[in-house]
């Protein structure tokens, strides 16, 4: 008995069918993939399962599917012998269940090249006619661009059938690829995500002489149409092929007559991958024996006497080449691993993250060791294991920073190492100086991102005390910039001027100390008085004050003494006038005093710096995150997550009525 899908897989499989035909017209037709072969591999696979089990469903359903129809900007030729594509297998099990059905054992192992199929035609050894798989009964005709490529003879050689259509592999080496890209890239052109993708809009240009142009190369693998036939196995075609004038795969392939032996060479391939020079997506298994192959026959849409053993979408092991440091915005030191390019998902990938020093460490990798690196969805790529070490020297993470060589630092129980060169190093420019002049620090109006990142670009901004002669330096270039002119020149250089002037706390927050905020700088500041002081503190006068602990005191110090930073602040001081901080002494009594309190939501009259103002100037300690220990929260409106935990601890909790009252009888 037949079984008859109910709406829901109806819909289910029309909406599977929908997304292969929008993925295989991007794939096939516009050389642009808007998937990975994961997600359309597994959209396929539950396609066929739907098909498998309600049979209805599979007439122009996944199972008889083909490529995509051909495009039309080529003209369409009929295949005379389908070109069909090769059924998927994804592991060791699912490739033993096809191969205990093989009459006879021997396989052929050949790699499985990630390029774009095409067909040949030869009529008494002369190229007559080139197409692409298209739908596997109709190709587009790209004749003319076949022949731009040199490893397709224009004329067979030795002897041969009277009519033969080659059938092969159009590809791009990684070398080739990369190469192309660059040059692309120099002149402001569209660059390729993969070399498949290169080669398929190489192979498809309506004019052939832009194809000439590109470096493509070509493997024969199989033939359709032919006259006659004097080889036995699969084998012995590629010695035919190789005597008539094609390159094949042969160099990689191998026999096998048991799962071990197949499975032996999937391992084998799986370790060199990143050797060979040109990108494969698995290996394609064969019955050697061509009488077999054509007493097995095929199924509407693939041979039965092969399969297409894959490669792990997201995953491939290739060399580590070399380990590099990159120094970002806040100055944390990231290992990267600069790798043999190899493509993992439609990507050409040649570095990974390492993550920190315990990273390296944990994993043992060295120069050298091959590795298997992972590569999920837009997750940036990284090492998972080392899959063979080469016996390298462990890697010796930097004490000095690779950008500025100002010390790399690691706080006491973190894991990240960094640059303590806030202020100077370039690396940490950007960063810098947008904290540096944001409202609550020197708080320069009209001196954002965008403006920043154009001035730093121009290298007119390459510290903080180069903001005070910006304009005059170069105010008749900035009017010339995109978004600037006269009036706003005026209106930032009048931003600037008023910056000059700024209190102690304020610019010891603008500074970027590690470990400093706010709260902090106006610790530092109550406490010291004046910038000199707070200049040169020693770390065990620092950790006798309230709020600063072991961690940060050490870090203040270590700031504060750096000669990169004792450089750029002495030449910032020279713009700046920072003013002495009043010697306010803190409240000894008050019903304050000592309390812990948190502010969570919007309050109407206030903001959240002006009610925490308030509340410090009368004793109070107002912190981030609510706890046990929490005495009070502020609870404005919109109040989220803290509010809810304050109500479950049973904290005491204000609104701005119950703020307002008790600030007043404080």
């Not at 093989?102 to 499985?112: G, R, Y």
């Not at 915005?329 to 315990?358: C, F, K, Q, Y």
């Not at 005495?631 to 009525?657: F, H, N, P, R, Y």
Request: charged share 25%; aromatic share 8%; proline share 3%.
């Amino acid at each position: 008995m037949t079984n008859t899908p109910d709406l829901f897989i109806r819909a289910e499989h029309a909406d599977l069918m929908k997304k292969l035909s929008e993925w295989d017209i991007a794939y096939h037709q516009n050389d642009a993939p808007i998937v990975d072969d994961a997600t359309y591999d597994a959209a396929r696979r539950r396609a066929e399962e739907i098909e498998a089990e309600y049979p209805e469903l599979a007439q122009n359903g996944a199972s008889s599917r083909v490529g995509a129809a051909v495009a039309t900007k080529f003209k369409s030729h009929a295949h005379s012998v389908p070109m069909l594509s090769i059924s998927d297998v994804f592991d060791e099990k699912e490739v033993a269940d096809w191969f205990e059905k093989l009459s006879d054992k021997n396989v052929f192992i050949e790699l499985k090249v990630d390029g774009v199929s095409y067909s040949a035609r030869y009529e008494n050894g002369v190229f007559v006619r080139g197409l692409t798989r298209g739908s596997g009964a109709l190709g587009e005709d790209i004749t003319e661009n076949l022949r731009t490529i040199a490893d397709i003879p224009q004329r067979l050689s030795g002897d041969f059938p009277d009519v033969i259509e080659i059938r092969g592999e159009v590809y791009m080496s990684r070398a080739d690829f990369i190469a192309l890209n660059t040059a692309a890239a120099e002149r402001g052109d569209k660059v390729f995500a993969n070399p498949r993708n290169a080669a398929a809009g190489s192979l498809r240009q309506l004019n052939p002489a832009v194809t000439a142009t590109r470096r493509l190369s070509a493997f024969g693998y199989t033939y359709g149409e032919l006259s006659s036939r004097d080889w036995a196995t699969q084998s012995e075609f590629f010695d035919r092929l190789e005597s008539w004038g094609f390159k094949t795969t042969r160099q990689w392939a191998r026999h096998a007559n048991d799962m071990d032996g197949i499975q032996q060479t999937y391992n084998d391939i799986m370790m060199m991958r990143a050797d060979i020079p040109f990108d494969i997506d698995g290996l394609v298994i064969k019955v050697n024996n061509v009488d077999l192959q054509e007493k097995m026959g095929a199924r509407a849409n693939s041979p039965r006497w092969e399969v297409a053993y894959k490669f792990p979408a997201a995953r491939a092991i290739t060399a580590l080449n070399a380990i590099t440091i990159q120094v970002g915005r806040t100055g944390v030191l990231t290992p990267v691993a600069e790798l043999e390019p190899i493509n993992i998902g439609g990507v050409l990938v040649s570095r990974a993250t390492l993550h920190n020093a315990d990273e390296i460490t944990r994993l043992n990798v060295h120069v050298g060791d091959r590795v298997t690196v992972q590569r999920a969805g837009d997750v940036i790529p990284q090492i998972v294991d080392v899959a063979e070490s080469s016996g390298g020297a462990p890697f010796e993470f930097p004490t000095t920073c690779p950008v500025c060589g100002a010390a790399v630092v690691q706080e006491a129980g973190a894991v990240a190492r960094r640059c303590i060169n806030t202020l100077g190093c370039p690396a940490q420019r950007i960063g810098e100086l947008e904290h540096f002049v944001s409202r609550k620090g020197f708080d320069i109006e009209g001196l954002g991102t965008k403006q920043l990142e154009q001035f730093i670009e121009r290298e007119w901004i390459e510290s903080p005390a180069d903001i005070f002669t910006l304009i005059a330096r170069h105010g008749d270039k900035i009017k010339r910039l995109d978004g600037f002119g006269d009036k706003s020149v005026a209106n930032l250089n009048d931003a600037i001027e008023r910056a000059r002037d700024i209190p102690l706390h304020r610019f010891i927050y603008a500074i970027g100390v590690p470990e400093v905020g706010q709260a902090t700088a106006k610790i530092l500041a109550n406490a010291f008085g004046t910038l000199d002081a707070v200049r040169t503190a020693p770390v065990w006068k620092l950790k006798q004050i309230d709020g600063i602990g072991d961690v940060m005191a050490e870090e203040i110090s270590s700031f504060m003494s750096d000669a990169h930073n004792i450089d750029v602040l002495d030449a910032l001081l020279a713009q700046a006038r920072v003013q002495d901080a009043e010697q306010i002494a803190a409240p000894t009594d008050g019903k304050l005093v000592g309390k812990k309190i948190v502010l969570t939501g919007t309050l109407s009259k206030y903001t959240r710096d002006a009610a925490k103002e308030i509340l410090e100037r009368m004793g109070a300690k107002v912190q981030s995150s609510v706890s046990a220990k929490t005495d009070i929260v502020l609870a404005g409106s919109d109040a989220g997550s803290k509010l809810a935990k304050a109500e479950s601890l049973g904290i005491t909790i204000w609104g701005e009525d119950d703020f307002e009252r008790e600030t007043a009888a404080a």
